[in-house]
């Protein structure tokens, strides 16, 4: 049973340009969330997807913006990039409303140069 | 907005010894996981705590919640080399949108 997978594992970017982040769900897992993980720091919390929509929202710009398609699968799109983008960038999946914590993937380091 | 704040930020601790990390939250929740990450890694769930006075256990940790107190503990007994790592706690308030704590960084000195 594969788990959260996310593509490319790394990506170097210059500033001004455009990504876009992958993530494939676990198993029998209906939302994904995306977080934000500088160095030496906590997560934070990007927004979230459920049915294909974006449910919750972190502080975060509209730079930052998100799909998830009918499989579930999800991507994360950041435009315009900026040097203080440079950090982890990781995947979350769950069953909505299951308290059951959520599983993350590896993650997809991005630097800005 | 939630605050999630832990202490200490890095611990540096020999082997056999007791410690315990503390995890503060500013609001209301009765979701509490605690998260383990090695360096270059992705986050490990360890605990699921969902109601006021779980305690839960596995191995050399054991986790609290206190909703009352608005506070969570990571209780480390005798501490072997192969805890060291960062551990977050993370606090959900609307229902899987997660909330991280700083994270404390373990070093467990032989």
């Known amino acids: 049973d594969a788990g959260v997978t996310q593509s490319p594992t790394h990506l170097i970017k210059t500033r001004g340009q455009q990504v876009t982040l992958r993530c494939s769900p676990k198993?029998?897992?209906?939302?994904v969330s995306w977080y934000q993980q500088a160095l030496g720091q906590g997560p934070q919390f990007i927004f979230q997807?459920?049915?294909?929509?974006?449910?919750q929202r972190g502080n975060f710009p509209d730079r930052f913006s998100g799909h998830q398609f009918p499989n579930y699968s999800s991507e994360l799109n950041v435009n315009a990039l900026l040097l203080g983008d440079s950090a982890l960038y990781l995947c979350?999946?769950?069953?909505?409303?299951?308290?059951?914590?959520?599983?993350f993937g590896d993650g997809t380091r991005l630097s800005i140069l | 907005e939630l605050k999630v704040e832990q202490n200490p930020l890095f611990l540096s601790m020999q082997e056999g010894k007791n410690y315990t990390i503390y995890c503060n939250y500013s609001?209301?929740?009765?979701?509490l996981y605690w998260y383990r990450q090695d360096p270059g890694k992705s986050l490990e769930s360890l605990f699921v705590?969902?109601?006021?006075?779980a305690v839960k256990q596995e191995g050399r940790l054991m986790a609290s919640l206190d909703t009352k107190a608005r506070l969570s503990t990571l209780h480390i007994t005798a501490a072997v080399h192969d805890l060291s790592a960062t551990y977050f706690c993370?606090?959900?308030?609307?229902?899987?949108?997660?909330?991280f704590g700083t994270g404390t960084s373990l070093t467990v000195i032989p």
């Open positions: 997807y459920y049915e294909e929509e974006e449910r």
């Open positions: 705590l969902l109601s006021n006075g």
């Open positions: 609001t209301t929740s009765d979701r």
């Open positions: 979350a999946s769950s069953f909505q409303g299951d308290p059951e914590p959520q599983h």
């Open positions: 993370a606090v959900d308030i609307t229902g899987n949108q997660f909330y």
């Open positions: 198993s029998g897992h209906d939302t």
